[in-house]
């Protein structure tokens, strides 16, 4: 074999290699390649999990909306709007919720760098465990996109990587509180790790109101099923 075509292949098996955890956010072969990756946990429970916040325009009501029932959430935060309202990551740990991480910049990781994904991880970890005060034990990628880098620096920060088994396809213009109760009940909910969105900063303008205006119905709709609801440490992941 020539050099040049073992250097290609050699090339190509390393980039191959190196994204071939992006199979993961392909919800039907998921439960194949790595069953415990969307977060099944005790079938009587259901983490309520949001992502993309801190957001001081909606984040506060979504704090407010559950603390009605009492209900406690995980929240994947990003690492520029943390930086940006650092009083509203305290608020959630006050409030008893649970912060996890989300990255810094909400971007593919197929299309960046190694050490940019490193850094993105590490800083936003850093950030969010010096000002919350709690330091985060799980790690969502954006998009639920994975790659070799990631699940590295979810590693050498010490953080879980947990996608999700539900979601409300919340991001959208077209979205609307039917549409996300109707989305993220769809299926059985024993067990589940439920997707939603508490800002829109990478979403459509507003999208969160039909999230907010869904979570009273989503709480009632696990209730009716006899489902405890709260965050990922009191879910028994698998």
Same mark, same amino acid.
């Given at each position: 074999?020539?050099?040049?075509?073992?250097?290609? $292949?050699?090339?190509?098996?390393?980039?191959?290699? &190196?994204?071939?955890?992006?199979?993961?956010?392909?919800?039907? %072969?998921?439960? $194949?390649?790595?069953?415990?990756?969307? /977060?099944?946990?005790?079938?009587?429970?259901?983490?309520?999990?949001?992502?993309?916040?801190?957001?001081?325009?909606?984040?506060?009501?979504?704090?407010e909306e559950l603390a009605k029932t009492g209900t406690k959430a995980t929240f994947f935060l990003l690492g520029r709007m943390l930086q940006k309202a650092p009083w509203l990551g305290r608020? $959630?740990?006050?409030?008893?919720?649970?912060?996890?991480?989300? /990255?810094?910049?909400?971007?593919? @990781? @197929?299309?960046?760098?190694?050490?940019?994904?490193?850094?993105?991880?590490?800083?936003?970890?850093?950030?969010?465990?010096?000002?919350? /005060?709690?330091?985060?034990?799980? &790690?969502?990628?954006? &998009?639920?996109?994975?790659?070799?880098?990631?699940?590295?620096?979810?590693?050498?920060?010490?953080?879980?990587? %947990?996608?999700?088994?539900?979601?409300?396809?919340?991001?959208?213009?077209?979205?609307?509180?039917?549409? %996300?109760?109707?989305?993220?009940? =769809? /299926?059985?909910?024993?067990?589940?790790?439920?997707?939603?969105?508490?800002?829109?900063?990478?979403?459509?303008?507003?999208?969160? =109101?039909?999230?907010?205006?869904? @979570?009273?119905?989503?709480?009632?709709?696990?209730?009716?099923?006899?489902?405890?609801?709260?965050? $990922?440490?009191?879910?028994?992941?698998?």
């Open positions: 074999m020539k050099p040049t075509r073992a250097l290609a $292949l050699t090339a190509g098996a390393l980039a191959v290699g &190196y994204g071939a955890p992006a199979l993961t956010s392909l919800a039907p %072969v998921r439960p $194949l390649l790595a069953p415990r990756l969307s /977060g099944p946990g005790d079938p009587g429970h259901v983490a309520l999990t949001f992502d993309d916040g801190p957001d001081p325009a909606s984040t506060p009501l979504f704090i608020e $959630l740990v006050d409030a008893g919720h649970e912060v996890a991480v989300h /990255g810094w910049h909400h971007r593919p @990781l @197929l299309i960046r760098r190694p050490r940019a994904t490193i850094e993105d991880v590490t800083r936003a970890t850093d950030l969010i465990g010096s000002v919350t /005060g709690q330091e985060p034990r799980y &790690y969502r990628p954006p &998009y639920g996109v994975l790659n070799a880098s990631a699940l590295y620096a979810a590693r050498r920060n010490g953080l879980r990587p %947990v996608l999700w088994t539900h979601w409300g396809q919340d991001w959208t213009a077209k979205a609307t509180p039917e549409s %996300v109760l109707r989305t993220v009940t =769809k /299926g059985s909910l024993a067990g589940a790790t439920l997707l939603l969105h508490d800002s829109d900063c990478t979403s459509a303008p507003l999208a969160w =109101k039909s999230t907010l205006g869904a @979570l009273p119905r989503v709480l009632e709709r696990c209730a009716e099923q006899g489902l405890t609801v709260g965050p $990922l440490r009191e879910h028994g992941l698998r």
